[in-house]
């Protein structure tokens, strides 16, 4: 049960740091905010050594579930990402692919 504790804590220091990274900062800070706050929830907590993991199993399990339910109703149900942009993007690839299709002309050569 200690190498299971001594793996939460491990992670939970290795989380800390990496927000001393800008650029993981900037891209990760909440999901690391998120992992910190479980982290001290826990500590915190008088709990025992088997109510820790329990614990850490139900929030991680949890925060899995939000954040898959969040990505699937952003993507099937209110897609965020088709708007104009997106339209205007599109467009201008398959123009792009149309030109280069051109030059790609081959001549027709006369079958003996």
Same mark, same amino acid.
């Given at each position: %049960? #200690? &190498?299971?504790?001594? /793996?939460?804590?491990?992670?939970?220091?290795?989380?800390?740091?990496? $927000?001393?990274?800008?650029?993981?900062?900037? $891209?990760? #800070?909440?999901?690391?905010?998120?992992?910190?706050?479980?982290?001290? %929830?826990?500590? +915190? &907590?008088?709990? $025992? #050594? #088997? =109510?820790?993991? =329990?614990?850490?199993?139900? $929030?991680?399990?949890?925060?899995?579930?939000?954040?898959?339910?969040?990505? *699937?109703? &952003?993507?099937?149900?209110?897609?965020? /990402?088709?708007?104009?942009?997106?339209?205007?993007?599109?467009?201008?690839? *398959? =123009?792009?692919?149309?030109?280069?299709? =051109?030059? %790609?002309? +081959?001549?027709?050569?006369?079958?003996?």
């Amino acid at each position: %049960m #200690d &190498s299971k504790l001594f /793996w939460f804590l491990f992670a939970a220091t290795i989380s800390t740091f990496l $927000r001393f990274f800008p650029k993981l900062k900037a $891209r990760y #800070d909440y999901g690391l905010l998120i992992f910190i706050l479980t982290f001290s %929830m826990i500590s +915190v &907590s008088g709990y $025992r #050594d #088997d =109510e820790i993991l =329990e614990l850490a199993h139900r $929030r991680l399990s949890t925060i899995c579930i939000g954040g898959a339910t969040c990505v *699937i109703i &952003s993507i099937v149900i209110f897609p965020v /990402w088709a708007g104009e942009d997106l339209h205007n993007l599109i467009a201008l690839n *398959i =123009e792009k692919l149309g030109n280069f299709l =051109e030059g %790609m002309h +081959v001549p027709n050569k006369a079958v003996p």
